[in-house]
T-cell receptor, first 107, second 110 residues
Framework: GESVGLHLPTLSVQEGDNSIINCAYS??????FIWYKQESGKGPQFIID?????DKRQGQRVTVLLNKTVKHLSLQIAATQPGDSAVYFC??????FGKGTHLIIQP | EAQVTQNPRYLITVTGKKLTVTCSQN?????MSWYRQDPGLGLRQIYY???????DKGDVPEGYKVSRKEKRNFPLILESPSPNQTSLYFC?????????FGPGTRLTVL
């Protein structure tokens, strides 16, 4: 089956700095990947997705990079703000979730 | 407003007392699923449904039942709850891969 996981359970960054959250996957057949954000006390919310025929996709302050050679994707958040504090999950096709990375914003 | 609703949001019950957590979506999505979230384990899928009257086991189905009699509703049933089912439960629906999650139901089984 598919395995999607995140590298670090916790990531602490200074407010205003850029954040990079990483994820590795094992199923090469996945056609797309999705990043979710889960704030405390809430359900996960869609942030951005990327199809397997792309290596980069940009949204508002977020960029997802896909490296199919090493089966790795990352979520980059520019100019991190206090509201970015949350747990971030990556999910692959088949909707398998990693355990999540808790992004902590230091003032 | 497009949304997924769950009820109740919080529930404390005792071992063996049957309970149902309701889930409803207003987006006409065919796919719906239930997850439980536990510290250190992330989101684990319990059951999913591709369409009305079509349900399948996820990764951790033991102790749970579901039904999908109509497209908008996907209740989660615990026939005989046990303390190891104490968890945070999320219902989700989707049209493609992007899932819309409900607000969660925090269940405690004593």
């Amino acid at each position: 089956g598919e395995s999607v996981g995140l590298h670090l359970p916790t990531l602490s960054v200074q407010e205003g700095d850029n954040s990079i959250i990483n994820c590795a996957y094992s199923n090469s057949a996945s056609d797309y990947f999705i990043w979710y954000k889960q704030e405390s006390g809430k359900g996960p919310q869609f942030i951005i997705d990327i199809r397997s025929n792309m290596d980069k996709r940009q949204g508002q302050r977020v960029t997802v990079l896909l490296n199919k050679t090493v089966k790795h994707l990352s979520l980059q958040i520019a100019a991190t703000q206090p509201g970015d504090s949350a747990v971030y999950f990556c999910a692959g096709e088949g909707l398998t979730f990693g355990k999540g990375t808790h992004l902590i914003i230091q003032p | 407003e497009a949304q997924v609703t769950q009820n109740p949001r919080y529930l404390i019950t005792v071992t063996g007392k049957k309970l149902t957590v309701t889930c409803s979506q207003n987006m006409n999505h065919e796919y719906m699923s239930w997850y439980r979230q536990d510290p250190g384990l992330g989101l684990r899928q319990i059951y999913y449904s591709m369409n009305v009257e079509v349900t399948d086991k996820g990764d951790v189905p033991e102790g749970y039942k579901v039904s999908r009699k109509e497209k908008r509703n996907f209740p989660l049933i615990l026939e005989s709850p046990s303390p190891n089912q104490t968890s945070l439960y999320f219902c989700a629906s989707s049209l493609r891969a992007e899932q819309y999650f409900g607000p969660g139901t925090r269940l405690t089984v004593l």
